[in-house]
């Protein structure tokens, strides 16, 4: 019986590997460069690291995430985001003693939604957090930092901000955007009328087209904020300015999570249709307090692979793929044996480049030769071992040049050709 693969949750095969292996590549530079450090979590942590980090309010935790219980002991979660099991690990480890820390995790993540494109059950995230900074310049540094690594990929999302205050300005403002909400139930949708009571700042991220209108008209948080979240607002803008980042002033974006304060970012790309986030971030100063650590400011972002695989596809990016420079064919058995000495001397110096296992029929092995994008391929046999002197045929020209073996690793030079 054949047993597939459980909807939602994708494979990526080595066709399209080479995709994620830039993305994670490039990432891995740009990060260094900025002197984040890698973090690797486990993927199943406490159901409460997400109930108390995330938010029961929130869609993640309410209805997206996969809960079990481990033999009837404790109630555990695949992870849906990142954020939480890494400043849970910042927490337990203790790493606030050495003061600011900037973390970065790559790896996958599991939400039970509908599947669609751009929208899976298991998708990976590539997400940064820095610690111990209350200060605007970390928030510029992070969001140019990002914005630098999609220019790599040849990328160009755009970049909204806004601020979502905190604990000074946000309730006030909160009361009034529910009781202007409250007022408008009726033209709102089932949605919206929930949230207006459960998570009043949610609202403003509905996608039904129907609240559009209305909810361009709700009272703005931006027109409200404290002279601490302006201030810090100001600074963020004059950094980005400072640093010729473009970007949007969105009043309306809110992040979905409940423990974010001041800067909210996110980068939107048209490639993506309705899915049109690639990154979202944001700064949590309450969250590593939430979850029992020392007051600590924390900012990160957490941007999905996928999606961003999906904008390099429609910008005409390639799959990068590495190829062997030469193809050993065997003409018989000592060609055979001959070929994988030269084989595994050329791969000790560091040439990519590989052989027919199976030997047998010369037009097969070339055929598997083109198949593997050999740059050159080698015919060998009993003469060839003997005299150490073949021949190197282009795969493209078909032009075959007389080289002696044991020249062949300066002959290729160092990588794949
Ligand atoms: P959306 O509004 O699209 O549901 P979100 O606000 O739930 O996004 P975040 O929790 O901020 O997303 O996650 C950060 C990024 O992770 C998103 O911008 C997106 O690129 C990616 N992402 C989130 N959920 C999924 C998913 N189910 N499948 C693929 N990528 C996802
Ligand atoms: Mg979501």
Redesign the pocket.
């Known amino acids: 019986m054949k047993i597939n693969g459980v909807k939602g949750m994708n494979d990526i095969l080595p066709a399209q590997v080479g995709r994620w292996q830039e993305i994670e590549r490039m990432a891995r530079e740009v990060f260094a460069l900025h002197g984040y450090r890698e973090v690797r979590t486990p993927v199943v942590e406490p159901y409460a690291l997400y109930a108390r980090g995330v938010g029961e309010t929130t ?2 935790v309410n209805k ?1 995430m996969y809960v079990f219980e481990d033999k009837g002991e404790d109630k555990l979660a695949l992870r ?2 990142g954020t939480a099991g890494t400043v849970r690990a910042y927490i337990e480890h203790g790493a606030h003693v050495e003061g600011p820390q900037k973390w970065f995790y790559i790896g996958p ?1 599991f ?1 039970r ?1 509908r599947p669609q494109k ?4 298991q ?3 590539i ?1 940064v957090e820095a610690f111990g900074i209350a200060e605007p310049a970390i928030d510029v540094e992070q969001i140019a930092m990002l914005a630098d690594l999609f220019r790599r990929l040849g990328v160009a999302p755009v970049v909204h901000v806004n601020s979502v205050g905190d604990a000074a300005c946000r309730p006030a403002y909160l009361e009034e955007l529910r009781g202007w909400l409250r007022a408008r139930g009726e033209v709102l949708c089932a949605d919206c009328r929930e949230r207006t009571e459960k998570n009043p700042l949610r609202v403003l ?1 509905c ?1 039904v087209p129907s609240c559009q209108p209305v909810l361009a008209e709700a009272p703005r948080l931006l027109e409200r904020l404290c002279d601490g979240c302006r201030t810090h607002f100001d600074a963020v803008r004059q950094g980005l300015d400072d640093l010729s980042v473009p970007y949007q002033v969105n009043p309306r974006l809110v ?3 409940d423990y974010y304060v001041r800067t909210a970012y ?2 939107t790309s048209d490639a993506l249709g309705s ?7 944001g700064r949590y100063d309450g969250l590593v307090e939430t979850l029992g650590g020392p007051p600590t400011p924390g900012i990160g ?8 695989a999906l904008m390099l596809e429609a910008a005409g990016r390639p799959v990068p793929e590495s190829r062997p420079a030469v193809f050993f064919v065997s003409a018989d058995e000592a060609g055979r044996r001959e070929g994988l000495q030269r084989a595994t001397e050329l791969r000790r110096a560091g040439i990519a480049c590989d052989l027919d296992a199976r030997g047998g029929k010369l037009a097969r092995q070339f055929k598997q030769a083109e198949r593997v994008g050999a740059r050159y391929a080698l015919v060998l046999g009993a003469n060839e071992a003997a005299s150490g002197q073949a021949k190197l045929k282009d795969m493209v020209t078909r032009e075959e040049t007389p080289v002696a073996l044991a020249d062949l690793a300066s002959r290729l030079g160092t990588g794949p050709a």
């Open positions: 869609d993640i997206e849906p985001e993540m939400r939604e751009g929208r899976y059950r998708f990976h995230q997400g991220d996608k992040r979905g999570l996110e980068f899915q049109s986030a690639v990154a979202g971030g972002f957490g941007m999905g692979e996928e999606r961003l």
